[in-house]
């Protein structure tokens, strides 16, 4: 008698080591970078989705802390020291924005410029979204621009940042996100996490598949909430977008928006979304915003020097602008839109 049950225990035993729990997908939502993140992670192990959960929270947390514009932040000290012509000691993150943020100046001839913090907070785009009700005064959009500030202006001896011009304000908004994600994908890999995503309001990195079937993602639709394409993906893949409906405010059927261009002081006009897929999340996210001020003339010669080929663009007349290596990728969904396959050296 004993002796059957000790074996039907050890049965038992042998049986509950065999049962492997099975793949699932993990989320994991909370607020931040003033959006939603959502992380998704497929896997067996469900204390070690958490533990990715965990480390990209308080990752995240960090970075908001040491990036935000206008809270108390590592950041707004530095703004704070330059509106003084004071200089500043950076900790290695401030010293890495700034150098990545001036050399996709450069490449953008200037489109994009981290500088242009004067001009959003001249317009309130750094203040809650129902409150931008109104144009500012052209006099004083020109009296920014009359001193151009720009993030060539800053330069770094030994970690100390000073800048020559006060009106300078750095917003790193426009890449912040790349940044981010690109350190949230690396560190669920040294996790051993391979099959996830990382999505930052539609801004998102993933990494392989989900039980072997791709992610599919949504692009959204700058003209209506709903997607505008898909795009199935089993490989680490960065898409960002840029709109002008994130953050706005519509004058007399004008939409004002969030992305500035630094030529003229004033949102960007004609393209209402950018949607970029590169190897590097910061240079994707950063060129999105650059295509944005780009505008229709100029969009196929910031991608050629930024090194961007997987590009689509959505004019507020409602044509959709893709080059043909996103072409391949993507399937459009809207089929109310015109479709212009364009080569970026055409
Ligand atoms: P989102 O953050 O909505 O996804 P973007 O990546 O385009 O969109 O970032 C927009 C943010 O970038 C703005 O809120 C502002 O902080 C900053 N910004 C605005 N204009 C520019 C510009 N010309 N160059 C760089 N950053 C910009
Ligand atoms: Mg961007």
Redesign the pocket.
């Known amino acids: 008698m004993l002796k059957h049950i000790f074996t039907s225990l050890l049965f038992i035993l042998f049986l509950t080591s065999c049962s492997k729990p099975e793949p699932q997908l993990f989320n994991d939502s909370f607020f931040t970078f003033g959006?939603n993140i959502t992380i998704s992670i497929y896997t067996d192990d469900e204390k070690l989705a958490q533990t990715g959960f965990k480390t990209i929270r308080d990752e995240f947390r960090t970075l908001n802390n040491q990036l935000h514009?206008w809270n108390p932040s590592e950041l707004h000290s530095l703004n704070a020291a330059i509106s003084k012509s004071q200089p500043h000691q950076l900790s290695p993150l401030l010293h890495l924005m700034i150098t990545e943020g001036q050399r996709f100046h450069k490449l953008s001839s200037g489109?994009?410029?981290?500088a242009?913090?004067s001009l959003?907070k001249l317009w309130k785009?750094d203040q809650a979204a129902n409150i931008h009700t109104s144009i500012p005064k052209d006099s004083d959009i020109k009296q920014i621009l009359s001193k151009r500030p720009s993030i060539s202006e800053i330069t770094i001896d030994q970690n100390m940042a000073v800048s020559s011009n006060d009106l300078v304000r750095l917003?790193?908004?426009?890449?912040a996100?790349g940044y981010a994600t690109d350190k949230a994908i690396e560190m669920l890999q040294n996790l051993g996490i391979n099959n996830a995503i990382v999505n930052a309001?539609?801004?998102l990195s993933a990494i392989g598949s989900k039980n072997n079937f791709p992610w599919k993602i949504g692009i959204r639709n700058p003209f209506y909430n709903g997607a505008i394409a898909a795009i199935s993906t089993n490989e680490r893949t960065n898409i960002?977008?840029?709109?002008n409906y994130?953050?706005y405010f519509e004058k007399d059927g004008t939409r004002f928006h969030?992305?500035?261009?630094?030529n003229t002081g004033y949102p960007?006009v004609e393209i209402a979304s950018a949607t970029v897929i590169h190897d590097s999340g910061i240079l994707a996210?950063?060129a999105?915003?650059?295509l944005?001020?780009a505008g229709l003339n100029n969009w196929k010669q910031t991608a050629k020097s930024m090194d961007i080929t997987k590009i689509m663009l959505i004019s507020s007349d409602k044509r959709i602008y893709i080059t043909p290596q996103m072409d391949k990728l993507v399937t459009i969904l809207d089929t109310g839109l015109t479709k212009v396959v364009e080569d970026i050296h055409q």
């Open positions: 959006t514009p489109l994009f410029d981290p242009v913090g959003v785009f917003d790193f908004g426009g890449f996100k309001g539609g801004d960002f977008t840029s709109g994130e953050r969030h992305i500035i261009d630094p960007s996210d950063a999105a915003t650059a944005m001020v």
